[in-house]
Structures are given as structure tokens and as C-alpha cells.
């Protein structure tokens, strides 16, 4: 007989944080489907009623953990800001949130970056969802007179590059104590202010040159 969806529900929810716990205590490496099931008191065999492998239960703690962030960025998106503080609420809000996860415990918050790398390609889908996000703000603001002359796809490389340490979440634990919302305004406002396909003489101002 068929579990009710409840008791699935309630079981995968004991595992994750199961799962949780045990990156936090041990990190990453070396955990194993026989490590989770233990701890739970059941045997992988069990286990696999929940979750058909390792790589299913990584994949709902990414889940987990991707979710309040995924929230913050739709109420933003669904916002009647204009498109520059729209823009500097979608990176505020997320970083925000992402510091005081650090501020809490560095270690778990580094143990989490480390899993991300680990296990890019189930996390993929939620860089490719940011981009999503970003590339709606940004037509927003092509759409009233920003970022001239350039295609969104080039508008979306360059404000990534801009904000790296704002929504690469490998590169934000590595600056954490460097970062604040107010040095974010400043990027946001430059991002707004300057950003085109002008050339202003960067390109052609005369000088040294890489040999």
C-alpha cells in the first residue's frame, strides 16, 4: 500500500534535516546514504523510499536552501519599483539574508559553498533562475532609456560581473566583512548611471599595454 503523501512529506522532512545536521557537523566529504540512514534509525533500504539516491537528498537541501531566497526575488520582481531600486532590492534583500546566515556560523556558511561546488549541476538551475530574474529587471530598465546600445544578454554578463560579490555566493564568503548594503547603492547607482555601450576612451586613451 501507497504511503499518504503526508507521511512521505513529514519523512523527507526529518531526513533533510538529518542531512543538514550532518554537514554541519562533518561537511561534505565522505557522506553517505549509510551515514543519513543511521542517523534517522532506519536502514538505507528505508531511506530509498524517500529519496531514490544521495545526489536526490543533496538536491532537496539545495532546494531547502535556495527557497527563501527564491521568495525574496519573485516579491521583488512582482513590485511596482522602478527599475533601478528594484535592481539594488534584488541583491540587498538576498545579501541581507545570506550575511546573517554567515554572521551566524562562518563554518556552515562556508561547508554550503563547498557543497554548491561540489554539486554545481544540481544547483545549476537556480544560477540560470537568477539570471531569469535579472534579465527581467534589466528589460524593465532598457525599456525606459538604461543601458544604451547594448544587447540584454551583453547587459546581463556585465551586471554579473559587477555584482559578483553580491550574487556569487562563493565569491560573497570570501569578502563577507568587506561588503554592505551601502557599497552595493553605489554599485547599483554606477550600474544605472554608466553602464553602455558608449566607448568613453577606456578603450582608446593611449598608455601601457599588455605585452
Given at each position: 500500500?501507497?504511503?499518504?503523501?503526508t507521511?512521505?512529506?513529514?519523512?523527507?522532512?526529518?531526513?533533510?534535516?538529518?542531512?543538514?545536521?550532518?554537514?554541519?557537523?562533518?561537511?561534505?566529504?565522505?557522506?553517505?546514504?549509510?551515514?543519513?540512514?543511521a542517523?534517522?534509525?532506519?536502514?538505507?533500504?528505508?531511506?530509498?523510499?524517500y529519496?531514490?539516491?544521495?545526489?536526490?537528498?543533496?538536491?532537496?537541501?539545495?532546494e531547502?536552501?535556495?527557497?527563501?531566497?527564491?521568495?525574496?526575488?519573485?516579491?521583488?520582481?512582482?513590485?511596482?519599483?522602478?527599475?533601478?531600486?528594484?535592481?539594488?532590492?534584488?541583491?540587498?534583500?538576498?545579501?541581507?539574508?545570506?550575511?546573517?546566515?554567515?554572521?551566524?556560523?562562518?563554518?556552515?556558511?562556508?561547508?554550503?559553498c563547498?557543497?554548491?561546488?561540489?554539486?554545481?549541476?544540481?544547483?545549476?538551475?537556480?544560477?540560470?533562475?537568477?539570471?531569469?530574474?535579472?534579465?527581467?529587471?534589466?528589460?524593465?530598465?532598457?525599456?525606459?532609456?538604461?543601458?544604451?546600445?547594448?544587447e540584454?544578454?551583453?547587459?546581463?554578463?556585465?551586471?554579473?560581473?559587477m555584482?559578483?560579490?553580491?550574487?556569487?555566493?562563493?565569491?560573497?564568503?570570501?569578502?563577507?566583512?568587506?561588503?554592505?548594503?551601502?557599497?552595493?547603492?553605489?554599485?547599483?547607482?554606477?550600474?544605472?548611471?554608466?553602464?553602455?555601450?558608449?566607448?568613453?576612451?577606456?578603450?582608446?586613451?593611449?598608455?601601457?599595454?599588455?605585452a
Open positions: 500500500m501507497a504511503r499518504p503523501q507521511d512521505l512529506e513529514a519523512g523527507r522532512e526529518q531526513l533533510l534535516d538529518i542531512t543538514v545536521e550532518l554537514i554541519e557537523e562533518r561537511g561534505t566529504a565522505g557522506l553517505t546514504v549509510t551515514d543519513i540512514a542517523r534517522a534509525g532506519m536502514s538505507p533500504a528505508s531511506l530509498y523510499r529519496f531514490d539516491s544521495k545526489e536526490a537528498v543533496i538536491e532537496a537541501v539545495a531547502r536552501w535556495f527557497q527563501p531566497l527564491l521568495a525574496m526575488a519573485e516579491e521583488v520582481l512582482a513590485s511596482d519599483l522602478p527599475p533601478r531600486r528594484k535592481m539594488f532590492e534584488f541583491y540587498a534583500r538576498r545579501f541581507a539574508y545570506l550575511k546573517a546566515a554567515w554572521e551566524r556560523d562562518p563554518v556552515a556558511f562556508a561547508t554550503y563547498e557543497l554548491g561546488e561540489e554539486h554545481f549541476e544540481l544547483i545549476r538551475s537556480y544560477v540560470d533562475l537568477g539570471d531569469h530574474y535579472l534579465a527581467t529587471i534589466i528589460g524593465e530598465a532598457m525599456a525606459d532609456g538604461y543601458f544604451a546600445g547594448l540584454l544578454d551583453e547587459s546581463i554578463s556585465l551586471v554579473n560581473q555584482t559578483a560579490t553580491y550574487c556569487n555566493i562563493g565569491a560573497m564568503e570570501l569578502v563577507m566583512p568587506k561588503l554592505s548594503e551601502a557599497k552595493l547603492a553605489r554599485i547599483i547607482d554606477a550600474v544605472f548611471d554608466g553602464l553602455s555601450a558608449t566607448d568613453r576612451g577606456a578603450r582608446s586613451l593611449t598608455g601601457l599595454r599588455a
